[in-house]
């Protein structure tokens, strides 16, 4: 069974940092895109970044490009996203989700496509 355990969120004022970590267990990741989303209230989920199973590919979304960078252990089955010069329009749960890809490169900016997510990391920011 996979499982995708997201940490690191919390609570941080306006142009403060936070890393988010997302740890794999019961699959190894070397086959798997990864990628992150976020969720506000009353909004639908939004792609945030997302890195090819060889790590030498990354997306970011609109709203955290040159602000976010996502990397990978596929040694530790870890995915983490750094995100610096947090707005408060950057609140929102955070989640990790995985989809096989096999060594293929497959656009993993599409949320329907993953095949498994973890239950997300609360991020909040005040201005």
């Known amino acids: 069974q996979v499982q995708l355990v997201e940490s690191g969120g919390g609570s941080v004022q306006a142009g403060g940092s936070l890393r988010l970590s997302c740890v794999v267990s019961?699959?190894?990741?070397?086959?798997?895109?990864m990628g992150w989303f976020r969720q506000a209230p009353g909004k639908e989920r939004e792609f945030v970044a997302a890195?090819?199973?060889?790590?030498?590919?990354?997306y970011y979304g609109d709203s955290v490009k040159g602000r976010a960078t996502i990397s990978r252990d596929n040694a530790k089955n870890t995915v983490d996203l750094q995100m610096n010069s947090l707005k408060p329009e950057d609140t929102a749960v955070y989640y990790c989700?995985?989809?096989?890809?096999?060594?293929?490169?497959?656009?993993?900016?599409?949320?329907?496509?993953?095949?498994?997510w973890g239950q997300g990391t609360q991020v909040t920011v005040s201005s």
């Open positions: 989700a995985a989809r096989y890809t096999g060594f293929a490169i497959a656009d993993l900016t599409v949320e329907s496509r993953y095949n498994y």
């Open positions: 019961g699959r190894a990741l070397s086959n798997y895109g």
């Open positions: 890195i090819t199973w060889s790590g030498r590919r990354t």
